[in-house]
């Protein structure tokens, strides 16, 4: 199986969110040999942080390489987030498949939803803080978050919530069927 992983979160060290989407892609990078991966990347001024390219997903890929059993390739591109917002939150075109190739699973995180051909889509939801509090956070945030949350309820075939607390919420807020909840906690 191919999975795409949007990874373009982890452009923001520090952040809750980079380093969740960190773990889980390591983790499964390094227990996973059987499926295929794609990392999709894209961010205009911010760079694969260090520890993706060398210390993480390049090192795992490298050794399953070595052993002949390479298993994930990074697709950089230098989008700036405003127009990946515009093409897939607002006007939702231009498949995700048409820049990273095929695949059969597509797993997206915290700022954009892309529209695929006929990959499943996955999506991972932290929280809903722009539903609960937008007066605590930045108005351009709260109405990109909006855009990318009503697609991900409109096409994801599954959710992934960091809590019980998350997907209480996606279900109350969002009004997301339960079946379509998955609790992935972060790891310590």
């Known amino acids: 199986m191919k999975i795409g992983i949007d990874i373009s979160q982890i452009a923001y060290e520090g952040t809750g969110v980079a380093r969740y989407l960190r773990s889980l892609v390591e983790e499964l990078l390094r ?50 987030p405003s127009l990946l917002d515009l093409l897939w939150n ?21 700022w954009t939803e892309p529209p695929v051909l006929r990959a499943k889509k996955a999506t991972i939801l932290y929280d809903l803080i722009v539903y609960k509090y937008p007066q605590e956070t930045d108005k351009h945030i709260v109405e990109v978050q909006k855009r990318k949350l009503e697609w991900a309820k409109k096409e994801s075939d599954l959710i992934f919530c960091i809590s019980e607390a998350t997907k209480k919420d996606a279900m109350e807020i969002l009004d997301v069927e339960e079946e379509r909840l998955k609790v992935i906690l972060p790891g310590v």
């Not at 961010?43 to 050794?63: N, Y």
């Not at 498949?97 to 997206?108: K, M, Q």
């Open 31 to 80: 227990i996973d040999k059987k499926n295929e991966y794609v990392l999709f990347f894209s961010s205009l001024r911010r760079k694969i942080p260090s520890f993706a390219k060398a210390a993480s997903f390049a090192e795992v890929a490298t050794k399953a390489e070595s052993a002949g059993k390479r298993n994930s390739k990074i697709k950089a591109f230098r989008f700036p």
């Open 90 to 110: 607002r006007l939702h075109i231009l498949p995700v498949e048409w820049l990273i190739g095929d695949v059969d699973i597509f797993i997206t995180s915290d």
